[in-house]
């Protein structure tokens, strides 16, 4: 008989700006496993955040997962853009994930968005013209 494989989940965080692409790749406990940048991938600066820079560090995250026995993902997206969208590399890491075999059981977007902003100037009583 063959010998049942357990399925061992991990989460996946990717931070993705315009600037830089950054995933971290944790066990259920958060203890890190892997964490890789757009900055270790590439020479150049302008590259950092390209979709290509980010098809690359989502293999080495594939790789690190499979060394650990990792079979599925809880993938946490945060976007640093200013914007509620995120940046343009978590769109690749999560087809290339989905390619190299691994299960996707959820997708969470933790973008953090203001909810009443900074106080307005003008004081107490508003802007006396």
């Known amino acids: 008989m063959a010998k ?20 971290n790749l944790t066990d259920l406990a958060g203890n890190t496993i892997a964490k890789y940048t757009g900055g270790q991938m590439t020479k150049q600066n302008r590259l950092k955040a390209n979709p290509t820079v980010a098809m690359f560090i989502a293999q080495k995250i594939s790789e690190e997962a499979k060394e650990n026995g990792i079979t599925g993902f809880y993938v946490k997206i945060r976007a640093g853009t200013g914007q509620t969208n995120p940046g343009p590399g978590a769109h690749i890491a999560l087809k ?14 933790t973008t ?17 013209v």
């Open 4 to 23: 049942e494989e357990k399925e061992r989940i991990g989460i996946l965080n990717i931070y993705t700006t315009f600037n830089n692409t950054i995933m």
């Open 112 to 128: 953090r968005s203001p909810r009443g902003g900074p106080k307005k100037k003008g004081g107490r009583r508003g802007r006396r």
């Open 96 to 109: 290339l994930l989905t390619r190299a075999g691994f299960k996707i059981l959820s997708i969470i977007d």
